[in-house]
Each structure stands twice: as structure tokens, then as C-alpha cells.
């Protein structure tokens, strides 16, 4: 969905596109490999954020049992283990945020806007502002946002709603899940929102005015029928049929 979105835009030359991305196992990779790879990445506007495979799992596990448990289940099992012991994997949590802000923070143009999605990068719009003040960035939840409650007894919950407040524009698919985001500012970090003409939804913090949007993200559908219709993409889809006949 953003791949199609993003590329949209690309090929309608409303702006440039360039993602930042980690490299899994980069280990295993010898250094003239990995100077092959980044340089054909950059050609392509990718570039590589590399961590060593403990702090890459302890990452992972920070947001598949603790991260999502809270934004997706809305709950929190103070008996998981993973609950009990967070400390690790908060802290590489924290560090593939800063490597993404520090990555950002290199390539980037003034005027460029960066765009996080999910819950995976929360910490980055923090780590990037200690770098760069004057960057423009937006996040969208594709995901549930938890009820305050919930938030309250998360560990690190001030520091998440603190970072997501350095955005410009935090969006969300519909509006139970902002009012949940309200709620929680409100209650936790005591800060109000107004509703401007128009209906638009802001919060004053730090001198910076957030625009809190509810949007639908969708797919782009002519780019999806091109990309189907490609000689490439056909050729494919016969190989699969004739390897597995119905």
C-alpha cells in the first residue's frame, strides 16, 4: 500500500521518493558484497540501516510481544515475560530508532518530509529532531491506538507520546483511534487539542502545532492493474499455474 502510494507520486513527478530500510544478516555478507550492495541500493534511492543480529532480534521481539500486544490487543499480560524483562529489549528498540534517525538526518534535504509508518519507528521523529530541528515529519498508525489506561501501565509511554508529538501530522485510519490519542495526551502529558475551522484537530507543544488527521490509506489501483498486465508479471503467474494446476 505505501510502496504503490509512494511510487505513484514518484512516477506523477509530485516528489522524489528515498526509504530507509535495515539489512538482515548483513553479517553474512563480505565487505566488497556489501559495498556492491549499497551502492546499487543508493542508485536506487534505498539506503541501509545495519545492526548486529542480537540487538535485530531483541528488536523484533520488543515489537511482536510487547508493542503489539498493546497497539493491537489493546492489553497488557503483566505476566509475560517479555513484560518482566524489558529493559533489554526496550534499549534495542531505542538504538534501531536512533540509527534511523542518524541515517535520515545524513540523507536528507531541508525541504524534504519524512513519513514513518507504524508503530515499528516511534522513537524516530525524537532521535531525528536532536539532529535536525527543522525536519518535517509525519506518522501514520495502521493500527489500533490503545486507550489511555492501557498506555498508562506501558513502560516508556511518556517517551513514545513525547517523540509522536514531534511530528507535524500524526494520522490515524478512523477517528476512535485518535480520540484514544487525545485521550492519552490529555490525561498523561496534560495537553488539550483544539478543533480550528474546517474541523481540523491540533495540539500546541513545544512551540510546534500537530495536525491530527483521520484518513483512509488505500491502494493505488492503476498501478496495481499496470504492474498485473506487465509482460513479466504474466509470465509469472503461468509458471505458478502450470507448477500448481488447480
Known amino acids: 500500500m505505501i510502496y504503490s502510494l509512494m511510487y505513484g507520486m514518484k512516477q506523477k513527478n509530485i516528489c522524489d521518493v528515498i526509504w530507509i530500510g535495515m539489512l538482515k544478516n548483513f553479517q553474512s555478507f563480505t565487505e566488497d558484497e556489501l559495498n556492491d550492495i549499497y551502492d546499487y541500493l543508493v542508485d536506487n534511492n534505498i539506503y541501509m540501516v545495519m545492526v548486529d543480529s542480537d540487538v535485530y532480534t531483541n528488536y523484533w521481539i520488543y515489537i511482536n510481544k510487547i508493542l503489539k500486544s498493546v497497539f493491537v490487543e489493546n492489553s497488557i499480560d503483566v505476566k509475560n515475560e517479555y513484560f518482566l524483562n524489558y529493559e533489554d529489549f526496550f534499549k534495542a528498540f531505542l538504538y534501531v530508532n536512533q540509527q534511523f534517525g542518524s541515517t535520515i538526518s545524513n540523507v536528507m534535504q531541508k525541504s524534504d518530509l519524512i513519513m514513518i ?90 512551540g510546534r502545532v500537530v495536525l491530527v488527521r483521520i484518513m483512509h490509506a488505500g491502494n493505488d489501483f492503476d498501478l496495481l492493474r499496470n504492474v498485473l498486465g506487465s509482460e513479466n508479471v504474466k509470465n509469472e503467474l503461468q509458471r505458478i499455474n502450470k507448477k500448481y494446476p488447480k
Request: with cysteine; aromatic share 12%; net charge positive.
Open 117 to 206: 509508518n507504524d508503530i515499528h519507528l516511534l522513537l524516530v521523529p525524537n532521535c531525528l529532531l536532536q539532529k535536525n530541528t527543522n525536519a518535517k515529519v509525519g506518522i501514520y498508525f495502521h493500527r489500533t491506538f490503545p486507550s489511555s489506561d492501557v498506555l498508562k501501565t506501558f513502560p516508556y509511554h511518556q517517551e513514545i507520546l513525547k517523540s509522536i508529538l514531534l511530528c507535524d501530522v500524526v494520522g490515524f485510519h478512523v477517528f476512535q483511534n485518535a480520540r484514544h490519542f487525545l485521550t492519552s495526551v490529555q490525561r498523561i502529558l496534560g495537553l488539550f487539542y483544539e478543533i480550528k475551522i474546517h474541523g481540523f484537530i491540533i495540539i500546541s507543544n513545544l
